[in-house]
């Protein structure tokens, strides 16, 4: 037990990253690629905040004088995860704006209907 708690974050990071690929692998809708994409992009997420993180461990801006840094979070994964965050954010919103254009243009969001016409 003691293993499943102490490796939970990373077992759940792992998880959404082989859920966020099996969307995007094997789906052919182009909105559940995306929603895959987002999936993933969680699970990455989850995992680098999951390397950074220190059982009872604070902030280093909350810290008293005496305490050393292997009692202090990481905070350049913290600072990495917020701007994959937005980087994120902007690329769904992109493939978004993406699925939008490729629905009027064919007429479907089918991605193998999509391969077999012709511009």
């Known amino acids: 037990m003691s293993f499943l708690n102490s490796y939970i974050y990373y077992i759940g990071a792992f998880g959404l990253i082989l859920i966020g690929l099996y ?6 809708n182009l909105i559940k690629v995306i929603i895959g994409l987002g999936v993933l992009d969680t699970g990455v997420n989850l995992f ?4 950074g993180y220190v059982n009872k461990g604070t902030a280093p801006i909350f810290s008293k ?16 995860v ?5 980087i994120g954010v ?3 919103a992109l493939a978004l704006s993406l699925a ?13 209907k999509v391969r077999e016409q012709r511009w």
């Open 100 to 112: 939008i254009r490729l629905y009027q243009h064919y007429g479907t969001l089918n991605l193998r």
């Open 65 to 80: 004088p005496g305490i050393g840094s292997e009692h202090m979070v990481d905070a350049v994964p913290q600072a990495l």
């Open 23 to 28: 969307i995007i692998l094997v789906k052919h």
């Open 90 to 92: 902007a690329v769904l």
């Open 82 to 86: 917020l701007t994959a965050i937005v």
């Open 48 to 51: 680098l905040i999951s390397v």
